[in-house]
């Protein structure tokens, strides 16, 4: 497989993969910790009319199910990549930022969450998948 197919690959594998692990987080998410009692977090507005009641808990999972799924899809993009492994994994932790910064845009949250989430869930997840894809590699591992 040429270089140039490989890394459209491995972007294209890291973006499908961290959307999986995203929306598998998220959607076991209300198990885990349930939402407040009558908040319909279906959809926007019955998100917008109940998020006066959303305690810290209620925001791990979506922060996790962001992170982890940038972390997961960034990781495997390096991991994939045949050349300038870092600059794919950013390139999917950036996909996912915009992801991001469109559903903050769109979701109702509290502006301490949309700042944390922005900040440290995206970029900084796709730096420590290069951390830990340089280790995985550097120990001939793929």
Excluded: C
Excluded at 27 to 41: E, F, M
């Amino acid at each position: 497989m040429s270089p140039l197919l490989r890394n459209t690959f491995a972007v294209l594998a890291g973006i499908v993969i961290g959307s999986v692990v995203n929306m598998g987080l998220i959607t076991i998410g209300p198990s885990l910790i349930p939402p407040p009692a009558g908040v319909d977090t279906s959809s926007a507005e019955g998100l917008r009319a109940g998020i006066h009641l959303f305690e810290f808990k209620h925001f791990l999972t979506p922060f996790l199910a962001h992170a982890l799924g940038t972390f997961a899809g960034a990781l495997v993009a390096y991991l994939i990549a045949t050349t300038r492994r870092a600059q794919k994994a950013y390139l999917v932790g950036g996909v996912f930022l915009l992801g991001g910064i469109a559903a903050s845009l769109v979701i109702p949250a509290p502006a301490w969450f949309i700042a944390t989430d922005l900040i440290v869930a995206y970029l900084p997840m796709a730096w420590l998948a290069t951390k830990v894809g340089e280790r995985r590699t550097a120990n001939g591992e793929r």
